[in-house]
């Protein structure tokens, strides 16, 4: 028994944060969420006006059968903090603890580690929402995100041809120098993206910017954008269109792709197909032969932060990496 914790840093985390393996931990976890294996209370917030920012705590414990593990990722948001500290908006610290006993196992950075399991949840829902013979993957924004959409869906799907659209020329440039050579990747507007066979939607808009003309008629949608009350991705004739699968029904009503029509009233609890931890089991159909357009609204959980954290401890113990510290002076 460890009473070490392990300090990872982002570039350690990015290291071993292997795509297809937290693909499968994080499917591990959508499962045991949906078996009633999961713990995982709703994101609390500590409001700080005077600073024009917040914190944001989200825990959990997750038992996948094979391994289990409790954590907590703390999370800022400080809009000001590019202009007036040089520092990023958003950070983000993950803690990731031995259930059994409380000692601290690992301390990770939690923004690296949210990239990855972001990702991964697309990935999953892409696995049980696409068709099978999906090859192309459109990419509406050419941020960080767009990276980890990439390499985590290309772990469930045969993806050759990756068409991206931004209005950022230097980023959608920067993204098609990293692909060239590994994948047919080309730039185009968002119509040119999103008529891909499966298509990820990462940026901040309020409002929609994909319409339900532009769409292929099976094809399926991540809405990976929207993250706060207000912020609106794909219209609601698309939405009303497609068969909807959700990751968490609190959150995603409160602040995810669907938030805005849902408290208009333009979508009901009626409209959202499942959960996906319960098409995951089995408790609720995936794509069949008669499926049109499927969307995927993901506003991330704490269990999937464990699960990427879970892959990233392991293989760095494996690979004797990090800093190993007695926090507590137990060892």
Known sequence: MTRNTLLLDRSTVEAYAEPAAVVDAVEQAFAAAADGDAIQPAKSYVELPQYNGDFRSMPAYLDAGEWDAAG????????????????????????????????????????????ARTGAAAAVATKYLAREDASSLGLVGAGAQSYSQLEAIATVRAIDEVVVADQDDERVAAFLERYDGRFDVREGDVADA??????????????????????????????????????????????????????????????????????????????????????????????????????????????????????????????????????????
């Open 194 to 331: 999103v008529a891909s066979d499966v298509v990820s939607t990462v940026t901040p808009v309020r409002e929609p910017i994909v319409d339900r003309a532009a769409v292929g008629e099976h094809t399926h949608v991540n809405a990976i954008g929207a993250d706060a009350p207000g912020k609106h991705e794909l219209a609601d004739d698309l939405l009303t269109a497609a068969t909807i699968v959700i990751d968490d029904h609190e959150q995603c009503t409160h602040s995810g792709e669907i938030n805005v029509p849902y408290a208009e009233g333009v979508l009901t609890d009626a409209d959202i197909h499942a959960e996906l931890g319960d098409v995951v089991v089995g408790d609720a159909p995936g794509r069949t032969d008669e499926t049109g357009i499927t969307v995927f609204d993901s506003t991330g959980l704490a269990i999937q932060d464990l699960a990427a954290a879970h892959v990233v401890y392991e293989h760095a113990l494996e690979g004797e990496e990090g800093r190993d510290v007695d926090l507590y002076g137990l060892a």
């Open 72 to 115: 907590v990722k703390w999370v800022n948001v400080h809009p000001d903090n590019p202009a007036d500290h040089d520092l990023p908006t958003v950070m983000g610290t993950m803690l990731y603890a031995d259930p059994e006993t409380g000692v601290p196992l690992a301390i990770l950075d939690g923004t690296a580690l949210t990239m």
